[in-house]
């Protein structure tokens, strides 16, 4: 069974901080990694894609992956209230798409 | 263009009745997927499609889902004698098989057995 893990939350960070959300998988010759967004009651929405070891920026958002650790995180800088919502993290495996439970981020003005 | 769209947005059944879900893919995207997602929980993998390869049915919690999808579009995902504990959001997506192969979502429809 693939397993794509994260803590499930909640994390509470202050309006301005970093926040640091990371993923754990086990499919060793998983091929994409991605970082979903899900407000409450509304689809998930991709924030960011990464399929090479190292990081990947993208304005507040930086995606790092570490293959040979089987572990991808996400960090958002300058973390604002409109970023609280859960964040999914998911793995693909040849055509085997696998989703994390979420964590739920709560950003306190 | 025109994203993933679902219908219908909200159904409500009685118990033992069954219900068709439908998906409508982006234009293009050979790979679609269906998820249920239960309140406060994580997705939930149903059903893959590719192509006209034989469908990855791995996810169906029993024999009471089935899916299919006509001309490699739009599928339809049925439940047959419906249970409370069916209800959920169901989520179809779908993507390219090949980078970027990001799965685009669609609203969803939330289904309510009573």
């Known amino acids: 069974q693939k397993e794509v893990e994260q803590n499930s939350g909640p994390l509470s960070v202050p309006e301005g901080a970093i926040a640091s959300l990371n993923c754990t998988y086990s499919d060793r010759g998983s091929q994409s990694f991605f970082w979903y967004r899900q407000y409450s009651g509304k689809s998930p929405e991709l924030i960011m894609s990464?399929?090479?070891?190292g990081d990947k920026e993208d304005g507040r958002f930086t995606a790092q992956l570490n293959k040979a650790s089987q572990y991808v995180s996400l960090l958002i800088r300058d973390s604002q209230p409109s970023d609280s919502a859960t964040y999914l993290c998911a793995v693909r495996f040849n055509n085997d798409m696998r989703f994390g439970a979420g964590t739920r981020l709560t950003v306190k003005p | 263009g025109a994203g993933v769209s679902q219908s219908p947005s909200n159904k409500v059944t009685e118990k033992g009745k069954d219900v068709e879900l439908r998906c409508d893919p982006i234009s293009g995207h050979t790979a679609l997927y269906w998820y249920r997602q239960s309140l406060g929980q994580g997705l939930e993998f149903l059903i893959y499609f590719q192509g006209n390869s034989a469908p990855d049915k791995s996810g169906l919690p029993s024999d009471r889902f089935s899916a299919e999808r006509t001309g490699g579009s739009v599928s339809t995902l049925t439940i047959q004698r419906t249970q409370q504990e069916d209800s959920a959001v169901y989520l179809c997506?779908?993507?390219?098989?090949?980078?970027?192969?990001?799965?685009?979502f669609g609203p969803g429809t939330r289904l309510t057995v009573l």
């Open positions: 997506a779908s993507s390219l098989v090949v980078p970027p192969d990001t799965q685009y």
């Open positions: 990464i399929y090479s070891n």
